[in-house]
């Protein structure tokens, strides 16, 4: 008996030893890698970038933007879902991230059991835009021609589920319009088409849209949030020419599912720590987004809710992943 409990006091000193390294081995101690489900110069990669370098210098540590794009972020969250606990491996996700199982009937992931939420990032409203020649002036211009001659005009977004196709799918709901839906790999596609004039309507989000405004070679005609948005203060609200109409998309960071508590709240501190410094949220106020932060439980009460609010409505457009 005596040479068992020698055995167990040692089991126990050498599990101390390796949790008290544990708990003073600082983090982090090599690169943070952040997945990013979309293409480089999109808005979720500017955020990531911009987020990235700012708690890069706050670890003293680097931070490594991993664009995996393509079907609307699930190749990226596989890759994170299949990532150690240990905080070496994050995502930044979108609003879309909520309704992918409305729109992917075999997930190869849970979308609330294999993820830890971090923090709620920030969020910006979507933009209806048309080129900067275009003879449509208003939202009202918009709507005349698309009763006019249903289903002669299209939209482009950044694929299907995104935030901007339903802030299409919402247009044309309130506005009781038929007008087409195209998807892209992303809204900067999207835009480029607009450009070139194969479609005459976009619905993106603020980031990819204000340095086109800012040049000229695009016009906005609203902002998809109830109130005017304050980079762009004489721009409408789509809800001045449709009311009741509000979306918005939103940014959030998530871990991989059973990450320790103590480092979602590390995580969950340092990002809100940098999204409130002056350098960022110039920034970000310049892209057309406002930085929000929050706890974990908040981030995980918002993508519930999304999730809620949204899927009765996919279901019924019929909407499918393309």
Do not use: C
Not at 104 to 112: A, E, R, S, V
Not at 144 to 166: D, I, V
Not at 176 to 190: D, F, Q, R, W
Not at 211 to 219: E, F, N, P, Y
């Amino acid at each position: 008996m005596a040479w068992r409990l020698r055995m167990l006091a040692a089991a126990l000193a050498m599990l101390a030893a390796g949790g008290s390294a544990w708990a003073q081995s600082p983090f982090p101690s090599k690169p943070v890698h952040i997945f990013v489900p979309y293409a480089a110069g999109g808005a979720v990669d500017i955020l990531a970038r911009t987020l990235g370098d700012a708690v890069s210098q706050k670890w003293g540590q680097s931070v490594v933007i991993e664009n995996r794009p393509g079907a609307g972020g699930v190749i990226a969250s596989q890759a994170l879902v299949t990532s150690p606990p240990d905080g070496y491996a994050l995502i930044v996700v979108a609003s879309g991230h909520p309704t992918n199982p409305f729109l992917y009937p075999k997930l190869p992931y849970d979308t609330f059991k294999d993820f830890t939420p971090i923090s709620l990032l920030a969020s910006s409203p979507n933009i209806l835009l048309v080129r900067a020649d275009s003879p449509f002036k208003t939202v009202g211009d918009v709507i005349a021609a698309a009763r006019a001659k249903p289903g002669s005009l299209s939209f482009g977004h950044s694929g299907n589920g995104t935030s901007t196709h339903l802030a299409g799918e919402l247009f044309k709901n309130l506005a009781k319009i038929e007008i087409a839906g195209i998807p892209y790999k992303g809204g900067l596609p999207a835009i480029n088409d607009l450009l070139g004039g194969q479609i005459p309507l976009s619905f993106n989000n603020g980031p990819e849209s204000v340095g086109q405004i800012q040049a000229g070679t695009v016009r906005a005609l609203a902002v998809t949030t109830a109130s005017r948005a304050s980079f762009l203060p004489d721009v409408p609200s789509l809800s001045e020419a449709v009311p009741g109409y509000d979306t918005e998309v939103w940014w959030g960071l998530l871990g991989p599912a059973n990450m320790p508590a103590d480092l979602v709240a590390k995580l969950s501190r340092d990002f809100v720590a940098v999204l409130n410094t002056d350098a960022v949220k110039e920034r970000l106020g310049k892209l057309g987004a406002s930085p929000i932060g929050g706890s974990p439980e908040a981030f995980d009460a918002k993508i519930h809710a999304d999730y809620d609010k949204w899927g009765p409505i996919i279901k019924a457009a019929g909407i499918k992943a393309e």
